[in-house]
């Protein structure tokens, strides 16, 4: 039997992906993606209801926290491990509540080098509309186990229960 060679044509591979040159500047700079963020929760805050844009964080800068309404009081729970109550502020400023504070970087001298580092350290700061019918002068802050619980109490005719309406068929 002849040998007869055979040329196998494989098709080229497909070029690499490019990334447009005016979407290489964004993604080198994460702050530029925080700031956007910020604008977003900004659009969605001013759009209505309670609390809507801390739905929507992620990570961010601030602390993540949990929003609950109980039948007297708001209460907001943030979770600030490693830090203590002096490390922290809580300001009411009109319908505004304002949550900061800042975490040290505790790295020690020494020998070691580090693999891999995931912890934030840094100041931060989160801003939340406060609802209708709390009552500012009470509002109060408690710090335990790593966790930050502000209660906005609610004023007593914004604990009123809702009245039901009888609708009636006119003829």
């Known amino acids: 039997m002849a040998k007869t060679s055979v040329d196998v044509k494989k098709p080229a591979p497909p070029p690499p992906a490019q990334i447009p040159p005016e979407w290489e500047s ?44 109980t039948k007297d009081a708001w209460l907001v729970k ?28 505790e790295h020690e001298e020494g020998d070691a080098t580090f693999c891999m580092s995931e912890r934030r350290y840094g100041s931060f700061m989160r801003r939340f509309t406060i609802p209708e019918g709390v009552d500012h002068e009470a509002i109060s802050a408690a710090f335990r186990k790593g966790v930050l619980t502000i209660t906005l109490p609610k004023r007593e005719d914004a604990k009123a229960e809702p009245r039901r309406v009888t609708v009636k068929t006119e003829a």
């Open 26 to 69: 964004m993604l080198a700079e994460p702050e530029m993606w925080m700031s956007f963020r910020a604008e977003f929760d900004r659009l969605f805050e001013r759009l209505g209801g309670v609390f809507p844009a801390s739905r929507l964080r992620l990570h961010g800068r601030g602390p993540m926290v949990d929003i609950k309404e």
């Open 78 to 105: 943030a979770e600030l491990p490693g830090l203590g109550e002096s490390d922290v502020a809580v300001e009411v400023c009109g319908n505004q509540l304002a949550l900061s504070g800042e975490k040290h970087d």
